[in-house]
């Protein structure tokens, strides 16, 4: 597996309260994604980033989000979670070019629950 | 704005029969159509992808077959095995990527 690191692996938490899910990779790609997985949703894109600094929206952004400040970190903020955040999430990398395609290899997942 | 349809949603195939599972994508920009393959607990892992100028590719008993014109493409497993029962997420992409909803095949014994 990629060198893709998701931390905590489970966290419980309650309604309105922060929190921050981690994802760091070995591997030096310059794109890092955050996705969601739900039961009959696949997996959702939350957010997403290019570069140090450089992010952009994916599908389902209401209500997270991300900061990258160093190429091997890419974090997910949840300001004040909602039951509706109960999610398994994946981090996922690639190094995206228009010849080879965007081949993205995921972390191991966190599975959130917002009590 | 972009989607990606997968059908079917669920698939059972006798062992040793063929499967297929077709998407369909809306964003004719989209150049690269991977297709992933997850078992249960474990993460997405590429099991194999196509590029738009390619029609068709294989990799031993899976291939994938795109339609540009269509915007359609298809997974082919043939002389399916208990190991192949799993959720398989096409996708289309450019600089992100949108799944669809995945299909969960179970080979019946």
């Known amino acids: 597996d990629a060198g893709i690191t998701q931390s905590p692996r489970h966290k419980v938490t309650e309604t309105g309260t922060p929190v921050t899910l981690r994802c760091h990779q070995t591997e030096n790609h310059r794109y890092m994604y955050w996705y969601r997985q739900d039961p009959g949703h696949g997996l959702r894109l939350i957010h997403y980033?290019?570069?140090?600094?450089?992010?952009d929206k994916g599908e389902v952004s209401d209500g997270y989000s991300v900061s990258r400040s160093k190429t091997e970190d890419f974090l997910l903020t949840l300001e004040s979670a909602t039951s509706s955040q109960t999610s398994v999430y994946f981090c996922a990398i690639s190094e995206w070019d228009t010849k080879e395609g965007n081949i993205q290899y995921f972390g191991a997942g966190t599975r959130l629950s917002v009590l | 704005g972009e989607n990606v349809e997968q059908h079917p949603s669920t698939l059972s195939v006798q062992e040793g029969d063929s499967a297929v599972i077709k998407c369909t994508y809306s964003?004719?920009?989209?150049?690269?159509f991977p297709w992933y393959k997850q078992e249960l607990g474990k993460r997405p892992q590429l099991i194999i992808d196509?590029?738009?100028?390619?029609g068709e590719k294989k990799d031993q008993r899976i291939a994938v077959t795109l339609n540009k014109t269509a915007k359609h493409f298809s997974l082919h497993i043939t002389e399916t095995q208990p190991e192949d029962s799993a959720v398989y997420f096409c996708a289309a992409s450019m600089a992100k990527i949108i799944f669809g909803k995945g299909t969960r095949l179970h080979i019946l014994p």
């Open positions: 196509i590029r738009s100028n390619v």
């Open positions: 964003d004719s920009a989209s150049n690269y």
């Open positions: 980033s290019y570069g140090v600094k450089d992010t």
